[in-house]
């Protein structure tokens, strides 16, 4: 079965800094995909960004941008210019290209706190 | 176009009730998704539908639990004889097709007193 572990349950950056929050994904599958979802105190998941296993390029969406390592098992995200916005729990996921039920299997999180 | 939808936003109930809580997935959307999180965990998967079917009900803890969608919209999720254990914020989400990201609701939080 596929697991995502997040090793990070909490971190802080301050203002305008860089920040890195690590994933690492367990899965004997060749063809899958791979997401960070945002979690502000609103409840509403938000998609931050998406990757697609087939793709060597890794994927960016203005300040957000991943490190993606298939042979690792590594997808981590980086955030650019951190904003007081940004504070929220973050998840990565993993959907299977193969699973007949088509779940997202998500991470336990990392809260992310932005210092001002 | 609107985002997903669900109500109650909150929802407070006595242990042995049922409670029905509704998702309204974006319009033209063909699969819809419940996952359940519950406080200081990560989103456990309950239940998938492609358009009114669901092929996998696995997902769900228990025999109380049960979902179903109706006109290839709308779904319910339904938990019956509520106990304390089933606390948790319900998320359901929609996508336009099956292998499609996934966009969530609001959640509903529900709490069993």
């Known amino acids: 079965a596929q697991t995502v572990t997040q090793s990070q349950p909490e971190m802080s950056v301050q203002e305008a800094e860089t920040v890195t929050l690590s994933c690492t994904y367990d899965?004997?599958?060749?063809?899958?995909?791979l997401f960070w979802y945002k979690q502000p105190p609103s409840r509403q998941m938000i998609l931050v960004i998406r990757?697609?296993?087939?793709?060597?390029q890794n994927a960016t969406e203005n300040r957000f941008s991943v490190n993606f390592q298939k042979a690792a098992k590594s997808f981590s995200l980086k955030i650019s210019d951190s904003q007081l916005g940004d504070a929220a729990m973050y998840f990565c996921?993993?959907?299977?290209?193969?699973?007949?039920?088509?779940?997202?299997?998500f991470g336990k999180g990392t809260r992310l706190h932005i210092l001002p | 176009g609107a985002g997903v939808s669900q109500s109650p936003s909150n929802k407070v109930t006595e242990k042995g009730k049922d409670v029905e809580l509704r998702c309204d997935p974006i319009?033209?959307?063909?699969?819809l998704y419940w996952y359940r999180q519950s406080l200081g965990q990560g989103l456990e998967f309950l239940i998938y539908?492609?358009?009114?079917?669901?092929?996998?009900k696995s997902g769900l803890p228990s025999d109380r639990f049960s979902a179903e969608r109706t006109g290839g919209s709308v779904s319910t999720l339904t938990i019956q004889r509520t106990q304390q254990e089933d606390s948790a914020v319900y998320l359901c989400?929609?996508?336009?097709?099956?292998?499609?990201?996934?966009?969530f609701g609001p959640g509903t939080r529900l709490t069993v007193l």
């Open positions: 989400a929609s996508s336009g097709w099956a292998a499609d990201t996934q966009y």
């Open positions: 899965t004997s599958e060749s063809d899958y995909y």
């Open positions: 990757q697609e296993a087939y793709k060597q």
């Open positions: 996921a993993y959907r299977s290209e193969y699973r007949r039920d088509d779940k997202i299997i």
């Open positions: 319009s033209g959307h063909t699969a």
């Open positions: 539908f492609q358009g009114n079917s669901a092929p996998d």
